[in-house]
């Protein structure tokens, strides 16, 4: 919708595609051939979600990364497609850094696997890429009310105060985000993934095992990440729910035109969590 919004106000064309046919079955090559078939000589921006609520399926973005730095080997910088990525469902397990990711912006809310409060969130992007970027809610931090006041250009303002917007914010879930990072690099993002890669392998392999179980998300550690979604036949979604609720696991479905139960093991999940999960639907 944000895109739409954009595409509206600027007459910029909007094209959907989808990376793959069957998620479960999804693989890094058909994501990475189809993302480059789909680059047309005007496209500009590709926006993509890193991991899919939808579908568990985890993208490869660096191969994507470098897919697209091919495409823009063979173009001038003004015409350079930037990758962006929602990575709200990978940030906070998987064990990478920003940069070897090789996307231009990465925009992940800080509530959910970083278990930070609501409201929070980050945007990083490359330095050479930012000036690319147009602020689009003035901001209210002194070195730029005070350009305002003389007239100067927006450029004389750091970059991150131009895109911090203003408005009263709820500074205490701010200042809560500080320890939420610290309680993850305390641990290590290598312990972190290792331990959520391994809950949810533990519960894609159980579901798969059983005849009355469709497991959707790959079972791959490379194409998933911590969302499993999963059908059982002759049940609908909110039956699982339900169901899985009696018996104290909290599970959700998927606010998509195609739903599924979703189940997604964290940090604070147990492996004993996971088998109790499981035996909910052993015949």
Request: some cysteine; glycine content about 6%; charged content about 20%.
């Given at each position: 919708?944000?895109?739409?919004?954009?595409?509206?106000?600027?007459?910029?064309?909007l094209?959907?595609?989808?990376?793959?046919?069957?998620?479960?079955?999804?693989?890094?090559?058909?994501?990475?051939?189809?993302?480059?078939k789909?680059?047309?000589?005007?496209?500009?921006?590709?926006?993509?979600?890193?991991?899919?609520?939808?579908?568990?399926?985890?993208?490869?973005?660096?191969?994507?990364?470098?897919?697209?730095?091919?495409?823009n080997?063979?173009?001038?910088?003004?015409?350079?497609?930037?990758?962006?990525?929602?990575?709200v469902?990978?940030?906070?397990?998987?064990?990478?850094?920003?940069?070897?990711?090789?996307?231009?912006?990465?925009?992940?809310?800080?509530?959910?696997?970083?278990?930070?409060?609501?409201?929070?969130?980050?945007?990083?992007g490359?330095?050479?890429?930012?000036?690319?970027?147009?602020?689009?809610?003035?901001?209210?931090?002194?070195?730029?009310?005070?350009?305002?006041?003389?007239?100067?250009?927006?450029?004389?303002?750091?970059?991150?105060?131009?895109?911090?917007?203003?408005?009263?914010?709820?500074?205490?879930?701010r200042?809560?985000?500080?320890?939420?990072?610290?309680?993850?690099?305390?641990?290590?993002?290598?312990?972190?993934?290792?331990?959520?890669?391994?809950?949810?392998?533990?519960?894609?392999?159980?579901?798969?095992?059983?005849?009355?179980?469709?497991?959707?998300?790959?079972?791959?550690?490379?194409?998933?990440?911590?969302?499993?979604?999963?059908?059982v036949?002759?049940v609908?979604?909110?039956?699982?729910?339900a169901r899985?609720?009696?018996r104290?696991?909290?599970?959700?479905?998927?606010?998509?035109?195609?739903?599924?139960?979703?189940?997604?093991?964290?940090?604070?999940?147990?492996?004993e969590?996971?088998?109790?999960?499981?035996?909910?639907?052993?015949?």
């Amino acid at each position: 919708m944000s895109l739409q919004l954009r595409a509206a106000r600027t007459g910029a064309k909007l094209q959907q595609i989808s990376l793959y046919q069957k998620p479960a079955t999804a693989s890094q090559e058909e994501i990475v051939d189809t993302l480059v078939k789909a680059v047309q000589p005007q496209t500009r921006v590709v926006a993509v979600t890193w991991v899919h609520s939808s579908t568990g399926v985890k993208l490869p973005i660096r191969r994507m990364s470098e897919a697209l730095a091919t495409i823009n080997a063979t173009r001038g910088e003004a015409d350079r497609v930037l990758l962006c990525v929602d990575g709200v469902h990978g940030f906070g397990i998987e064990n990478v850094h920003m940069a070897d990711l090789g996307c231009d912006f990465f925009i992940a809310g800080c509530h959910k696997w970083i278990f930070g409060p609501r409201g929070t969130g980050i945007v990083w992007g490359k330095p050479e890429v930012w000036p690319l970027a147009t602020d689009i809610i003035p901001s209210f931090s002194l070195e730029a009310y005070r350009a305002w006041l003389k007239e100067s250009s927006p450029t004389t303002v750091s970059m991150s105060s131009r895109m911090t917007p203003g408005g009263f914010h709820s500074f205490e879930h701010r200042w809560a985000l500080g320890a939420a990072f610290q309680f993850h690099q305390t641990i290590g993002k290598a312990r972190i993934a290792e331990r959520i890669h391994a809950l949810n392998r533990r519960l894609k392999e159980g579901l798969a095992e059983m005849p009355q179980v469709t497991l959707h998300t790959p079972l791959s550690d490379e194409l998933s990440a911590g969302i499993v979604c999963f059908e059982v036949e002759h049940v609908s979604p909110e039956q699982v729910v339900a169901r899985l609720l009696e018996r104290g696991i909290i599970a959700s479905v998927t606010p998509y035109a195609t739903q599924y139960a979703r189940l997604a093991p964290s940090l604070l999940t147990s492996p004993e969590e996971v088998d109790k999960t499981l035996r909910r639907w052993v015949s």
